[in-house]
Antibody, heavy 113, light 113 residues
Framework: EVQLVESGGGVVQPGGSLRLSCAVS????????MYWVRQAPGEGLVLVSH????????TYADSVKGRFTISRDNAKNTLFLQMNSLRAEDTAVYYC??????WGQGTLVTVSS | DVVLTQSPLSLPVTLGQPASISCRSS???????????LYWFQQRPGQSPRRLIY???NRDSGVPDRFSGSGSGTDFTLKISRVEAEDVGVYYC??????????FGQGTKVEIQ
């Protein structure tokens, strides 16, 4: 069974940092492109970042470029999102997504003073 | 960036009746490889999104056959042949042809009237 379990969300002050993790199981992680998608409260879906299978290719939404960094550890079947210089508008549920198909349950990030 | 425009944004439906959601793209979604990377996702209340359709018209595993996708170029449609209570939620189209960024439509809220 494919599982994606996000962790690392929480409340952080503006300008602060958080590192999200997504532990995966049930599939060959190193072969799949992975994504982070976020959903602000009551809003729609926005794809924040993607990474290819071996970690050599990444992309970012303009709204997070230069502040967020996606990475992966294929030996530990884990995806990461390092989020720096957080802003109130980054408040959202962050989903880990495999191949635009399988979704985790999401982790809530709240940026507030 | 490709803009996806869904209509309607709110869709009251009667149980057992058909429903249809439109997704229009600001540019053709036919890729240079000849495929069209248009997806449909369902998000039930309080749940993570779930992919229903990939590449315009292919149902994902476990998706009831009352869901169907169609279209080409810039105009696409998700149809539910007979709405059931479990179909309540928000439906999103998404394009993966012109990336980055991958982009979603605004979402269509389906509710039982």
């Amino acid at each position: 069974e494919v599982q994606l379990v996000e962790s690392g969300g929480g409340v952080v002050q503006p300008g602060g940092s958080l590192r999200l993790s997504c532990a995966v199981s049930g599939f060959s992680f190193r072969n799949d492109w992975m994504y982070w998608v976020r959903q602000a409260p009551g809003e729609g879906l926005v794809l924040v970042s993607h990474i290819n299978g071996d970690g050599t290719g990444t992309t970012y939404a303009d709204s997070v470029k230069g502040r967020f960094t996606i990475s992966r550890d294929n030996a530990k079947n884990t995806l990461f999102l390092q989020m720096n210089s957080l802003r109130a508008e980054d408040t959202a549920v962050y989903y880990c997504v495999r191949s635009l198909y399988s979704w985790g349950q999401g982790t809530l990030v709240t940026v507030s003073s | 960036d490709v803009v996806l425009t869904q209509s309607p944004l709110s869709l009251p439906v009667t149980l057992g009746q058909p429903a249809s959601i439109s997704c229009r793209s600001s540019q053709s979604l036919v890729s240079i490889d000849g495929n069209t990377y248009l997806y449909w996702f369902q998000q039930r209340p309080g749940q993570s999104p779930r992919r229903l359709i990939y590449e315009v018209s292919n149902r994902d595993s476990g998706v009831p056959d009352r869901f169907s996708g169609s279209g080409s170029g810039t105009d696409f449609t998700l149809k539910i042949s007979r709405v059931e209570a479990e179909d309540v939620g928000v439906y999103y189209c998404m394009q993966g042809t012109h990336w980055p960024p991958w982009t979603f439509g605004q979402g269509t809220k389906v509710e039982i009237q």
